[in-house]
């Protein structure tokens, strides 16, 4: 099992603080919040994001204040629900911005020609793995999630159970009935948690451990949050989620326990990119300017480990017990956009029957 820890990704991914850091030294301002444009800037835009919801409002606070003028229309929802909706809008957008959703689904979008290419004043700054190669780039990227299992000490205490360290335990015998997982055709998380197992693993083996996986799961959520909010209540004591949530369930004070498999994490970048239309609305663009920008950056940093703009004076975020890049793994997202279709209909041939209800 090889996990993402050599040299090269120092220069590739930035860690920073769950809570905020100072900018860059060699960071220049970025000329877009200017009063006069600030000033002069109206209009209305619609924003589709998978974003937490209790992130949305605090991060749109500094748009807000840069553009009062401009109305924006968020549309929340999971990954997936997010993705299939804007597909199914393809030959009529209804979307200017996707911003926070998962870079492979963004990759799938611009597969399909959705993409209207857009580099953003301050792209120079994200790091090269957060961002498309292309000029001008397709997407780009603000921080990474990663897989971690919350699990509820206190429930497991009353079974006589060890607390879970790895894939390797979760399908263990004895805790049958005792995991939930987001459904990966609904949810980004429940999609790179089974990205990475397949790019850990390979497709065969990779089958082969997600079967008797099934077999101790006792439901498949449409909300990536949602298992590590159902260990925090003690519902179910193992909830296969994603860091940001779990750890912030522990400061909640719920008795859990957050754990990255000793394997490595699954993960993902949530990315903007600009929808393509008859008619591009540059408030759109600014949108996308301020999304990268030191203010919300800044911001993102107090919920994400990782973020696309290297962020000085980084220690070991809290909540980790070990380097947040370390515990990712070798991950091809290119690959694991290609392979979205055929991944999740098999999932779904395989697994859905223990899906929850729509």
Request: charged share 25%.
């Amino acid at each position: 099992m090889k996990k993402w820890h050599y040299p090269l990704l120092a220069s590739i991914l930035s860690i920073t603080f769950l809570a905020g850091c100072g900018q860059s030294p060699g960071s220049q301002p970025n000329t877009q919040s200017s009063t006069k444009e600030s000033t002069k800037a109206s209009g209305e835009i619609t924003v589709y994001t998978a974003l937490e919801d209790d992130q949305i409002k605090t991060y749109l606070e500094s748009f807000k204040a840069k553009y009062p003028d401009v109305k924006v229309n968020i549309v929340r929802d999971s990954t997936g629900i997010i993705t299939a909706k804007l597909l199914a809008e393809k030959d009529n957008p209804q979307a200017d911005v996707v911003w926070g959703t998962a870079a492979t689904s963004l990759l799938v979008l611009e597969q399909q020609g959705m993409l209207e290419g857009y580099s953003p004043k301050g792209i120079e700054k994200v790091s090269p793995e957060f961002k498309d190669s292309k000029e001008p780039a397709s997407w780009v990227g603000i921080d990474a999630w990663e897989t971690a299992v919350a699990v509820n000490t206190k429930e497991l205490e009353k079974r006589n159970l060890p607390i879970p360290r790895s894939y390797e335990d979760l399908i263990k015998p004895e805790y049958k009935g005792l995991v939930v997982m987001p459904n990966p055709a609904s949810s980004g998380t429940g999609l790179l948690t089974i990205n990475g197992i397949m790019q850990v693993k390979g497709e065969k083996e990779g089958w082969a451990y997600l079967d008797k996986l099934h077999e101790n799961m006792a439901i498949y959520t449409h909300s990536g949050s949602k298992p590590a909010k159902m260990a925090a209540s003690g519902e179910y004591p193992i909830g296969i989620s994603f860091g940001y949530r779990s750890i912030t369930e522990k400061k909640k004070g719920a008795p859990i326990e957050v754990v990255f498999p000793t394997e490595g994490s699954g993960w993902d970048v949530e990315a903007n990119a600009l929808m393509k239309k008859s008619e591009i609305k540059p408030e759109a663009k600014l949108f996308l300017d301020w999304a990268i920008s030191d203010e919300v950056m800044k911001a993102y940093n107090k919920n994400f480990a990782i973020v696309s703009v290297k962020q000085e004076g980084a220690t070991l975020p809290e909540g980790y017990a070990v380097d947040p890049i370390k515990q990712l793994i070798k991950l091809d997202l290119n690959q694991a956009a290609q392979n979205r279709d055929n991944i999740l209909g098999e999932w779904e041939k395989r697994y859905a029957t223990k899906s929850e209800p729509k």
